[in-house]
């Protein structure tokens, strides 16, 4: 998979590098990581029916912030700003990342059983359980676990970066070192809250400025505040409207042949959509009577 390391985005985040708290960073080294770690999702078999999430949605997120962040607000955006909403793109579904090695320990994860023993029970619709019971024995612990990780993922990431806290959601050691690596040399507060925003996209909290503060300092230069709040909006808007057909090409769709009502869902509604774009400006000719 080619790497598109040359948005204007990620040109603005690269100016952070320079700051006293970013220079050891190398923004390049670190999206390739992410490529290949994405590239990944769906091999051992949890989510191989769903939608793009490859580094190819990571670039069509990065190219829809140049159009959802107007220009009037780039200047006043800082590189701190810009970089951390780079990363939190980079990272916001790594989450899904489920290696053959967690699968296998899945019965180790107490969150997961409860989530299985919740789910055979009713608690999340009959509709739901009945499916879950027509499926055979293997198929439906593999859908189990897909929907358990569907539903955490966004705090597994967050989990995942900061290092710990994540052992109830998956036996996910290898991938969180691997961030480990990636991320360690960033502040520990900027880690904190790159955290904080990727599993944002998965909350209904945006308005919670004592959480994603409006103007949060990671070092003595203005240019290293970031308004998290603003950030956090960026990554949720850029990832809703990523829903066009690119993500869901249709020779893979003949492929994959979806079986799964809710990837079918997903699959049929994003090839019906060719572009999301800004609504184009027109001027209305008003005629005098």
Avoid at 24 to 36: G, Q, R, T
Avoid at 236 to 247: E, G, K, M, P
Wanted: aromatic residues 8%; negative net charge.
């Amino acid at each position: 998979m080619e790497i598109n390391t040359q948005s204007r985005d990620e040109v603005r985040a690269k100016q952070a590098l320079s700051l006293p708290s970013f220079n050891s960073l190398n923004l390049d080294n670190i999206k390739s990581k992410v490529s290949s770690l994405l590239s990944h999702i769906g091999r051992t078999g949890v989510f191989s029916e769903y939608t793009k999430h490859d580094i190819s949605h990571i670039d069509k997120m990065l190219d829809l912030l140049d159009w959802i962040i107007p220009e009037s607000n780039h200047d006043k955006m800082t590189p701190a700003d810009w970089l951390m909403a780079v990363l939190s793109i980079y990272f916001h579904d790594l989450g899904m990342l489920v290696t053959r090695d967690e699968y296998n320990n899945r019965g180790n994860i107490s969150e997961y059983q409860t989530f299985k023993e919740a789910t055979l029970n009713g608690k999340y619709g009959l509709d739901f359980k009945s499916k879950v019971e027509s499926l055979g024995a293997d198929v439906a612990e593999i859908f189990l676990y897909q929907e358990f990780v569907r539903k955490t993922h966004a705090e597994r990431i967050k989990h995942w970066i900061i290092g710990k806290g994540y052992d109830h959601l998956g036996d996910s050691r290898t991938v969180a070192n691997e961030l480990a690596s990636m991320l360690n040399e960033l502040p520990p507060a900027f880690r904190k809250d790159l955290a904080l925003i990727c599993e944002s996209h998965h909350l209904n909290d945006l308005d919670d400025v004592s959480k994603y503060k409006i103007n949060q300092a990671y070092g003595s230069k203005h240019t290293e505040n970031v308004n998290l709040q603003y950030t956090a909006v960026v990554l949720r808007t850029a990832d809703l409207l990523h829903i066009t057909s690119d993500r869901t090409p249709s020779i893979e769709f003949l492929l994959i042949n979806p079986t799964d009502p809710f990837s079918q869902t997903e699959w049929y509604k994003q090839m019906a959509v060719s572009q999301v774009r800004p609504k184009s400006k027109y001027v209305e000719n008003v005629l005098d009577k």
